[in-house]
């Protein structure tokens, strides 16, 4: 039977509207990370022709501070029981303070409860409900998109002004794939190059402050369009390089102001909660983009394996372009 359209999710009576929750059948707490079966890996295993490993992370203290207030830097120590041997321990470890996925207990839809309308109750430490577990377990693996919407726009005139936080647009991913001669397929892991994590991390220090203080970053409206393209191409990831896929702060316009008022209209809840979209944020996405550039190839087999955390809420996202 043919997966419902996004316009058919919204009329949904059985399930909040515009969620695809217990759609999935196979394992259904896991989301769209679903579409990204045997099949799809099997296509993206002919994406490696150079024999090139491209990390798609940055350090775990490069956001110094992060970005979001609440969290903070890892503090690294190393122990020794004598003095031949040496562990080590992070302290005040935030498993979303640099590049990472965003898990399925992130959010919760407000009115609704968490994805597939898992309790509240077995939102807890050790439960594996909608853990990072499951991503871990069967990690995320297919065919890696990339859409170098900075690029596009460079070449067309209108680079991208971070300072100011702009909005992006269905339209804009549309333009560069176009652009690339490319298509989004089932399953795929699309990840969007805006240049703002670079731009951010080499930015002066009074801008990079100004930045976190307003909470400011460039990424998609909210919009219902963004979250209809996400559903209506069976994507399994959308990965970018900015602070939180939409745009900072959440628009006055946003077609999410009253269904997640927690959020001032931010998306999360729709593309999470409700789509069971796994979102990447804070992506390295610089050195992959040249590689595409140069090669004229904007496909990758991509893997993403979180850490193996029963419950974890969000995970660095250990992300791996092989090309």
Known sequence: MPLPTYQELRKRTDAPAGSSWHLFTGQPERGMAEFAGPEQVR????????GRAISLDYALDAFDPPMAKARGLPVHRITAKHAEARDDVLDNFHLQATTQV???RHRRASGHGFYNGVPDEEIAPGSPRLGVQLWA???LAGRGLLVDVDGY???QG???DHTTGPALA??????????????????????????WARWFLTADAAIRAEVREARRATGFAQSRAFTAWCWDHHIALMATDTFAVEVLPALPTSDFLVSAPEDDGMMHQELIAKLGL????????????????????????????PLHLTGGVG?????????
């Open 43 to 50: 296509r993206a295993a002919a994406c490696v022709r150079e």
């Open 102 to 104: 965003d898990g399925l």
């Open 137 to 139: 377990r069967t990690p």
């Open 153 to 155: 726009l460079r070449d």
């Open 158 to 160: 209108t680079p991208l």
């Open 170 to 195: 269905p339209h804009h991913l549309e333009a560069a794939l176009a652009a690339q001669n490319c298509r989004v397929e089932h399953g795929d892991l699309v990840l969007v190059h805006t240049g």
């Open 278 to 305: 796994p979102l990447g944020e804070l992506w390295d996405l610089t050195a992959l983009t040249a590689d595409c550039r140069a090669t004229g190839r904007w496909d990758s087999l991509v893997t993403v394996k």
């Open 315 to 323: 995970s660095p996202a250990n992300a791996t372009a092989l090309r």
